[in-house]
């Protein structure tokens, strides 16, 4: 860090050096310097300091589309002033063919001075990241040409209007101008001050020239203010000391303008050339065939994936493929058309199918080449071919399994209902020649009977939900009521198990809540779970229904004290046919009531879960979508 900070003052220290020397060269000017080649050499200088100023004028204006920075710009429209009153200040100079006096002399070379220290002092208050809109560059270079045309006017038509800055008998400098000479290097200097302070985080070297620059013009300002006359040898060493100060500013300039923009344009083809090669491994590798052509369907890529696909060489053309028939034809046709295409599927002879894409690229609405993609889905048409067989083979097997279980429902329920039947005439007609074991045998019969209905009604449901065809008939419910309606029709199972009902369904509650679905599905839900609470249920144990609202649901609760359900067991017991091996010799039933009510449910927007506490109960939750959620 140190070493840094040492090299960023080497410019200025240099520059106090050569300050401190040139006073050392002053007091040998006798053996070498003669005034009368004053005005050859400060002609010299002074056209040398303005093609500089114009120099920065015209990279500021040819640079801004480029880099659009405000040195550029604002250094340009800046310089152009001063160039032009510094050419001005040459030629109306004393002893010049258009020489005036020295009095327009002075003031065009204080005017240009002025310009320039205020004007560097305000750029570098700006923060250097500033950038400008196109307009800012005629609006400044527009500003700068009228400011210094209206000055020109003003000094060359009105300069009677002005005093004399230089004394006529020994043309020593008046005080006025060299105060003025004062004030113009302590802008510099402050010029100075602020470029270390505001830019001390910038990177790059363009800062330290720009501050030497500020220090050199400076130092010419105050050797300005040292000489006797016009023609004396330390007004040369100012010239060469602000001749210097530019070359440093050009420096300056350059480096903020075309070495940054070529060093940005270097970095970003850098990016480009790293992008490519990354481009062109991943093409390389992919596992689709890729070409790629220029606006001349001349060949630019082609991956390795492609020449395996078509069999191409390298030596051989994308034309010499189509001719010989190895792509498909309406590649050709695509082609032409120069529009995107995305997964069309073409077949080749041999019997492959492929997938082709082709994407254009248009810079500005001109065509500038394409990308050809190529994917071999052979196997994955053939598999999709062969799901699609085995899915219609399934669908047709679900049919028939269907229309089966639909003729075997018929066929089992007439001698069902026939047997139930005559089991009711025979329970109707008990005499007293029935025995009490004949009298338990009928019952059995017409439970049994009832039984096998409800087992036939349920495999019949279960297909038709499978097989898609169960349609509901949704209209507006009180679920309410379907609840009370199913626990009065089971109200002989629970008087048979002295089970305690506890019913909160606090339906006024829920006033203006409207429920849409299937009545007689929504019955056959709560009827199975209902059962369930019951069958599974302690002798004498508790059975608990109460709703409540959960964003979006209504939701039913219904909770027993039975044994519970094994841990094991609760991730299963919506699967049809499936028992615990628990209650599966104890408990009648089939194992597809809970799935049937939980498919039911879901065509009907709603769901069903369960939880448990073995040894505890189970807890089966019902939640139906609320169509109108105002609720009170």
């Not at 003669?34 to 040398?48: D, G, R």
């Amino acid at each position: 860090m140190k070493r840094e900070a040492l090299r960023r003052y080497i410019p200025i220290i240099t520059a106090f050096v050569m300050f401190v020397l040139s006073r050392g060269i002053y007091r040998l000017q006798d053996l070498f310097y003669n005034p009368k080649y004053f005005l050859l050499l400060h002609t010299s200088l002074e056209f040398f300091s303005v093609s500089i100023s114009f120099f920065i004028a015209l990279l500021g204006w040819f640079l801004f589309p480029l880099t659009r920075s405000k040195y550029g710009v604002l250094f340009g429209a800046v310089f152009l002033s001063v160039g032009i009153l510094d050419l001005f200040h040459t030629l109306v100079f004393a002893g010049m063919p258009f020489g005036l006096d020295s009095r327009a002399g002075v003031w065009f070379w204080l005017s240009a001075r002025m310009t320039e220290c205020v004007s560097l002092f305000v750029i570098i208050l700006y923060p250097d990241h500033t950038r400008f809109s196109t307009g800012i560059r005629y609006k400044s270079y527009g500003i700068s040409l009228l400011a210094t045309g209206g000055v020109c006017a003003v000094l060359l038509f009105s300069m009677d209007i002005f005093p004399s800055l230089v004394v006529a008998e020994t043309h020593e400098p008046s005080f006025a101008k060299v105060v003025t000479e004062y004030v113009i290097s302590a802008f510099h200097l402050a010029t100075v001050i602020f470029v270390f302070k505001r830019l001390k985080n910038s990177v790059g070297v363009q800062k330290n020239y720009l501050a030497t620059a500020c220090f050199l013009i400076m130092l010419a300002e105050l050797i300005f203010t040292l000489y006797k006359n016009v023609y004396d040898f330390d007004a040369l060493l100012g010239h060469i000391f602000k001749v210097s100060g530019y070359c440093y500013l050009l420096i300056a300039v350059y480096l903020s303008t075309i070495k940054k923009y070529y060093s940005r344009l270097a970095e970003s083809e850098k990016k480009v050339k790293q992008t490519n090669i990354w481009l062109s491994t991943l093409i390389t590798n992919l596992n689709s065939g890729i070409l790629v052509l220029n606006e001349t369907n001349k060949e630019v890529l082609i991956n390795d994936k492609f020449r395996e696909m078509f069999q191409k060489d390298d030596s051989e053309s994308l034309q010499n493929h189509l001719a010989a028939g190895d792509l498909p034809s309406q590649v050709n046709e695509i082609q032409k058309g120069k529009r995107m295409v995305v997964d069309q599927v073409i077949e080749l002879s041999d019997g492959r199918v492929l997938e082709f894409d082709y994407i254009p690229t248009y810079v500005e609405e001109i065509f500038q080449g394409s990308l050809l993609k190529f994917t071999d889905v052979t196997f994955k048409r053939k598999l999709s071919l062969e799901i699609i067989r085995a899915k219609e083979e399934a669908e047709k097997a679900s049919h028939f399994k269907t229309e089966f279980l639909s003729k075997l429902s018929h066929e089992l329920r007439i001698p069902l209902n026939n047997i139930i039947g005559y089991a009711q005439i025979l329970d109707l007609e008990k005499s007293e020649s029935l025995s009490e074991l004949e009298e338990n045998s009928i019952q059995r019969i017409l439970s049994s009977g009832f039984h096998l209905i409800e087992i036939v009604n349920n495999i019949l449901d279960l297909s038709k939900i499978e097989a898609g065809v169960i349609f509901l008939d949704k209209k507006e419910i009180n679920p309410f009521q379907i609840m009370k309606d199913c626990l009065k029709e089971l109200r002989p199972l629970i008087m048979e198990k002295e089970i305690k009902v506890h019913l909160q369904l606090q339906e006024e509650k829920w006033n203006g809540t409207k429920i849409v679905g299937d009545p007689l599905r929504l019955k056959q839900v709560f009827l199975n779970v209902l059962q369930n609470g019951i069958k599974y249920n302690k002798k004498s144990g508790d059975l608990t229904v109460y709703t409540d609202k959960k964003d979006r649901w209504l939701v039913f609760r219904i909770e027993d004290t039975g044994n519970g359900i094994l841990p094991e067991d609760l991730p299963n017991i919506f699967s049809p046919f499936y028992r615990s091996a628990a209650h599966r010799n104890r408990i009648e039933g089939t194992g597809i009531g809970l799935s049937i009510s939980k498919q039911l449910l879901e065509l009907m927007e709603g769901d069903i879960y369960a939880s448990s506490v073995e040894g505890e109960g189970s807890s089966f939750t019902i939640r139906l979508p609320i169509e109108n959620r105002d609720l009170n």
